[in-house]
Antibody, heavy 116, light 109 residues
Framework: EVQLVESGGGLVQPGGSLRLSCAAS????????MSWVRQAPGKGLEWVSV???????YYADSVKGRFTISRDNSKNTLYLQMNSLRAEDTAVYYC??????????WGQGTLVTVSS | QSALTQPASVSGSPGQSITISCTGT?????????VSWYQQHPGKAPKLMIY???NRPSGVSNRFSGSKSGNTASLTISGLQAEDEADYYC?????????FGTGTKVTVL
């Protein structure tokens, strides 16, 4: 069974950093496209970043230069390093397994709150 | 990248059919057959309902169908049921990234 479990969310001050983790089971992270999607409170879904099986990475303009997506093949885990956090980064962050550019499996999400 | 345009809300009575539109540009919806649709109930993670414009993942009811014409994709829910009440989002691949729609709240009257 495919399962994704995010962790690492919490309250952080503006300008601070946070690293989100997404532990996968039932499939191999490194053999799949993996993405992060976020949802601000009461708002819609926003694509954040993707890492392809070959290692290429891409980011939304809103996070480019501040966020870094990566993976640890030995731990079968996806990460999102978030630096220079802003109030507008407050959201539930989901990791997802991509199949043919569709997010076929999602984690339960982890809440990031950026506030002083 | 601008969000794809969806109607804010659509409603229907049980048993009826409804259609949700998703309008983009030739750089996203119109340029690729990588349109997906997601269902999201309150407090839950999204669930993939349609991929590659018109394909249903295993386990998704055949009451859900997708199509595309030009820069606009559509999701049709036939035989509307109470459990279909949720938010629905479209998404499209676009030049090494992805864009989501603005979201549509479906209400079953």
């Amino acid at each position: 069974e495919v399962q994704l479990v995010e962790s690492g969310g919490g309250l952080v001050q503006p300008g601070g950093s946070l690293r989100l983790s997404c532990a996968a089971s039932g499939f191999t992270v490194s053999s799949n496209y993996m993405s992060w999607v976020r949802q601000a409170p009461g708002k819609g879904l926003e694509w954040v970043s993707v890492i392809y099986s070959g290692g290429s990475t891409y980011y939304a303009d809103s996070v480019k230069g501040r966020f870094t997506i990566s993976r640890d093949n030995s731990k079968n885990t996806l990460y999102l390093q978030m630096n220079s956090l802003r109030a507008e980064d407050t959201a539930v962050y989901y990791c997802a397994r991509e199949v043919g550019y569709s997010s076929s499996a999602w984690g339960q999400g982890t809440l990031v709150t950026v506030s002083s | 990248q601008s969000a794809l345009t969806q109607p804010a809300s659509v409603s229907g009575s049980p048993g009826q059919s409804i259609t949700i539109s998703c309008t983009g540009t030739s750089s996203d919806v119109g340029g690729y057959n990588y349109v997906s649709w997601y269902q999201q109930h309150p407090g839950k993670a999204p669930k993939l309902m349609i991929y590659e414009v018109s394909n249903r993942p295993s386990g998704v009811s055949n009451r859900f169908s997708g199509s595309k014409s030009g820069n606009t994709a559509s999701l049709t829910i036939s035989g509307l049921q109470a459990e279909d009440e949720a938010d629905y989002y479209c998404s499209s691949y676009t030049s090494s990234s992805k864009v989501f729609g603005t979201g549509t709240k479906v209400t079953v009257l």
